[in-house]
């Protein structure tokens, strides 16, 4: 119907690079053709013939934030331009780190990226490396020496906030974030009391408070700071945009007004943020170059030969950048 070889219609039509020389007007001719037919390429029969998929495994607790569907439109973006499909693994459904990793071995995964905690991620590192299979972490983790880890700069974000209120003459400044045993907020919090120092500030303990991942006994706590303090923050950095919401209703709630007496900033520069009054000030979490990158390091694992796919790690972070609002002023002299 065409005039070429089967082969030749083979390449044209797969999404796979080779080495072979096929002209745009043949392959143009064959996929309108192919179009014509109703031709759908059967990507089990591949599998079959080739003894692996181009699936690659998304394990997380489901996609529930706007942090994670950021995050996995990069992803699954990237890995869609490079003839990568996905699958999600439900942490829910299958909640062991075994029943995941059996999981990914009966469906051919070729990788496996996961949003979960540090500790079970290990566990099915551990359990899919004898097979070659890579794994890896986006955001919020511990480094580790083995699988891909990309993360945000979440240190130099807050670094860059705790200069930014310095510049504006504050001096007591309290920190209010996750708790450390994350790593993102233990990223942030260093951030934190090492830029402090750097700008010849005191870091004081009363004035670091943590929260659950679920801001639970936020409110309460800043009203406990608010009355137990003798001398007032001037500023509250928070270790996301979703803290620095419930601390500006606790401030509201207290009588007290954002910037006028006491200055907050946020991290993540979440939609809503532009929102709040005052907009807010915080850092861009570049989620979707987060989701990019990893997709880009994981395919490069997944096309290595299998003994070497987990070797070496590789890690990347990606800047960040301070998004100045109104939410912050010169403390009141």
């Known amino acids: 119907m065409v005039g070429v070889s089967q082969a030749t219609v083979s390449l044209a039509l797969s999404e796979k690079k080779h080495n072979y ?8 001719k064959i996929r309108k053709t192919a179009e014509k037919l109703g031709y759908c390429p059967n990507l089990l029969a591949r599998s079959v013939l080739s003894g692996q998929t181009n699936m690659i495994g998304y394990a997380c607790g489901g996609i529930t934030t706007e942090y994670d569907g950021q995050m ?14 996905i699958s999600l693994v439900n942490k829910i459904e299958l909640d ?35 097979y070659g299979i890579p794994v890896g972490v986006m955001a919020s983790s511990f480094s580790h020496p083995w699988g891909v880890r990309v993360v945000s700069d979440d240190y130099d974000g807050m670094r860059q906030i705790v200069e930014h209120l310095t510049q504006l003459g504050h001096k007591r400044i309290a920190h209010i ?12 919090r260093q951030g934190f009391i090492d830029a402090m120092l750097d700008c010849d500030q005191k870091v004081s303990k009363d004035l670091l408070i943590t929260c659950d991942m679920k801001l639970a006994g936020i409110e309460a706590r800043v009203t406990e ?3 137990s303090s003798r001398q007032l923050p001037t500023a ?21 007004k954002v910037p006028d007496d006491i200055s907050v ?10 929102f709040l009054f005052p907009p807010l000030t915080t850092v861009d979490h570049p989620c979707p170059a987060i989701g990019k990158k990893t997709a880009e390091l994981l395919i490069g694992q997944c096309e290595k030969p299998k003994e070497e796919a987990n070797i070496p790690a590789v890690e990347a972070k990606i800047p960040v ?4 609002r109104e939410s912050t002023a010169p403390p009141i002299k």
């Open 96 to 130: 062991t780190a075994n029943k995941i990793a059996v999981h990914c071995l009966e469906n051919r995964f070729r990788a496996l990226i996961c949003r979960l905690d540090d500790n079970i991620v290990s566990e099915i590192y551990t359990r899919l490396a004898p």
């Open 236 to 256: 509250i950095t928070c270790g996301s945009d979703n803290i620095a919401l419930v601390v500006i209703k606790a401030l509201y709630n207290a009588g007290l």
């Open 177 to 188: 974030t996750h708790s450390v045993t994350r790593g993102f907020a233990y990223e942030r």
């Open 265 to 274: 900033a946020g991290f993540g520069n979440l939609n809503f943020s532009k």
């Open 72 to 85: 996995f439109t990069g992803f699954a973006t990237e890995a869609r331009k490079r003839s990568y499909n």
């Open 321 to 324: 950048e301070i998004v100045i």
């Open 21 to 28: 020389q096929i002209s745009e007007v043949t392959k143009a």
């Open 225 to 227: 700071l608010l009355r």
